[in-house]
């Protein structure tokens, strides 16, 4: 069990769309203190589960957290309709990524590296002066 389980526990629990609550109610549910980041940080808050172990909590109970009013130390957990849930992790990523795969090929004896139009290249030149090297 997880330190923020009662957390998945309880957003799991609600029937609603919507949970609004404040830092402290979140406090009673985990039972301990909210570590001070999340007074000051907004971006603790964010809805990347790379970002802390809290977060995966309220993802795995299907919410988002939303509206963060971090002077008034309040936030809004929105329940995800199905489907829509982003990827939690790297290795488990949209269906969508990588259907392209396979679908373009490039001739042999095509430099993919080499300028498309080098004109183009001359002109920029003229306008902008040459890229000199970094030293």
Known sequence: MGKYE??????QKQAGGEV???FAQIERVIGFKLPPV???HRAWWS???LNNVMTK??????????????????VVFRREARGT??????SERHPIFGCMKGTVTVEDGV?????ADPEWADLIDEKYGRETPLK
């Open 6 to 11: 009662p957390l998945t526990e309880f957003l």
């Open 57 to 74: 909590a309220w993802l795995e109970a299907g919410f988002r957290s939303e509206q963060v009013d971090m002077a008034g130390g309040k």
């Open 20 to 22: 609004r609550m404040s």
């Open 111 to 115: 430099d993919v590296a080499a300028m």
């Open 47 to 49: 809805n990347s589960a």
């Open 38 to 40: 999340a007074q000051r």
């Open 85 to 90: 849930r982003l990827p939690r992790t790297k």
